[in-house]
């Protein structure tokens, strides 16, 4: 049996005990996926998994779990199901470390996956307005169409994924796929090496781009706070709303601070960015920090020390008179 | 730089040793530039890393923050709480390229009247020499 009817078995059987079950069904875009909240049966029909299965569900749970009860309703105690990738697993024990809910409230599908196309790249290649009907995973890389594609098509997040098969999962009997070895903070390293006034010249004009529509904010599963910081206006906005360097500066600097070891990098802040700012680079430069610095790395234990939560004695002092 | 550039400096100094410290040196008739601006917080660990992004934005070429020696804290250990996201907003800062010698982190206590005016001294002319801070600068007047 294939992981897909796999999945479709088990998102059954989840669906009379769970709230929903959240996954993939064809997006009105033929080659990509969106999210479907499935509660009956001849939903989870509609299921689908592959190259083009992107968002992070992930996010449909946070906000249900989050959402604020309606007066005389009574908590629902049922799960949430959700089809998770490597990357969203994580998410969820980012999620679990931090008590938004309990490890037994969720039911994760993990899907081995072979890394998903990024869609940016792609319009790139066939244009905004093509005619591709599907993309699956070959034998060596994706096949758009049955044929080779005309280019790189993976996303940034996938280079360096280490968990190609989900580290948590409630479904067992899944066909794992092979996980090439991860090289680390490759990418982040190289920008490093930069000179500083070049680094500056680069963040100059991705953060001038930015228009704020929070749309990073909104797609993070871990961006998930009530009343974002820069949302407060009493007793004083920690910014202005412009969209001007020094204030897009500071917002992206507060962002990537918030989610220092804590970003799971599932890479939706750097999809849904509408200006393609390099969102990632930033939490991975903190994810880096976090692992050299303070051996702190997200995703992987639910038990572990949070890094600004809590402190050490002995933490390195690399700047401090 | 021009010689005549003087900085504009925000130093948060805990009140418990930093605060007192600068106390001691001005009482000791210790001499440092007069460029910092006391911002007086109740510790360190009270200084959250957006004040510096924020004073930075407002015109400020410099931050200063200041604070118990670790393990001497008035309320235990809310310096070294502080000190990872200080260590974090530097590198974030370097990464950046935003001259991450625009903040700097010292540990004062109430008795060091001399180490104060040696830190401040030190950052001053590190910020002189980076000159006028115009990356994120917002331009208002501080």
């Given at each position: ?292 610095n ?21 933490d390195k002092e690399c700047f401090i008179w | ?17 930093s ?25 360190s660990?009270?200084v ?16 200063l923050i200041s604070g118990c020696h670790p ?8 310096n070294i709480?502080a000190k990872r996201r200080f260590e974090l907003m530097h590198e ?8 991450p010698?625009?903040f700097q982190v010292s540990w004062v ?6 180490k104060?005016?040696?830190v401040?001294?030190r950052f ?19």
């Amino acid at each position: 049996m294939s992981n897909v009817d796999k999945m479709r078995e088990e998102a059954k059987k989840l669906v009379s005990e769970c709230r929903f079950v959240v996954g993939y069904e064809r997006g009105t875009f033929n080659h990509l996926d969106r999210a479907l909240i499935a509660k009956t049966p001849e939903d989870v029909d509609k299921f689908v998994f592959g190259p083009t299965s992107i968002p992070n569900l992930t996010l449909y749970a946070v906000t249900d779990f989050r959402r604020p009860l309606k007066r005389g309703e009574s908590p629902d105690a049922r799960p949430i199901g959700i089809v998770c990738k490597g990357c969203d697993a994580k998410t969820i024990v980012e999620l679990v470390r931090e008590h938004i809910h309990a490890r037994d409230q969720v039911k994760i599908i993990g899907m081995p996956c072979k890394g998903t196309i990024d869609p940016k790249k792609f319009a790139m290649l066939y244009g905004e307005d093509n005619d591709v009907k599907q993309i699956t995973w070959g034998p060596d890389g994706f096949l758009v169409d049955g044929q080779a594609p005309k280019g790189d098509l993976l996303a940034g997040k996938c280079l360096h994924c280490k968990v190609r098969n989900p580290s948590v999962t409630d479904v067992d009997g899944m066909e794992q796929v092979d996980q090439p070895e991860a090289a680390g903070f490759e990418g982040i390293e190289s920008f490093e090496a930069m000179d500083p006034e070049d680094r500056w010249r680069f963040f100059e004009g991705q953060f001038s781009k930015c228009i704020r529509c929070y749309a990073c904010r909104n797609a993070c599963p871990l961006c998930y706070c009530h009343q974002c910081s820069i949302d407060i206006q009493k007793p004083f906005n920690w910014t202005q709303k412009f969209t001007e360097l020094p204030d897009n500066t500071f917002y992206h600097t507060m962002r990537a601070l918030h989610l220092a070891g804590r970003c799971v990098d599932c890479g939706e802040c750097e999809r849904v960015c509408p200006m393609d700012i390099p969102l990632r680079l930033l939490n991975g430069k903190m994810a880096k920090v976090a692992y050299e610095n303070f051996n702190i790395e997200s995703g992987e234990d639910p038990d572990r020390p949070s890094l600004l939560g809590g402190c050490d004695p002995n933490d390195k002092e690399c700047f401090i008179w | 730089m021009s010689d005549d550039f003087e900085p504009k400096i925000v130093a948060f100094l805990c009140n418990w040793c930093s605060y007192a410290g600068a106390d001691l040196a001005g009482t000791s008739r210790f001499q440092y530039p007069p460029n910092i601006r006391v911002i007086r917080v109740m510790c360190s660990g009270r200084v959250n890393p957006m004040f510096v992004s924020r004073a930075l934005v407002e015109g400020a070429d410099g931050v200063l923050i200041s604070g118990c020696h670790p393990g001497e804290c008035h309320y235990e250990k809310g310096n070294i709480i502080a000190k990872r996201r200080f260590e974090l907003m530097h590198e974030l800062l370097d990464f950046m390229g935003l001259d991450p010698g625009r903040f700097q982190v010292s540990w004062v206590s109430a008795s060091e009247g001399v180490k104060f005016q040696d830190v401040v001294t030190r950052f001053v002319d590190q910020v002189k020499e980076l000159g006028p801070a115009d990356k994120i600068n917002r331009g208002d007047e501080l």
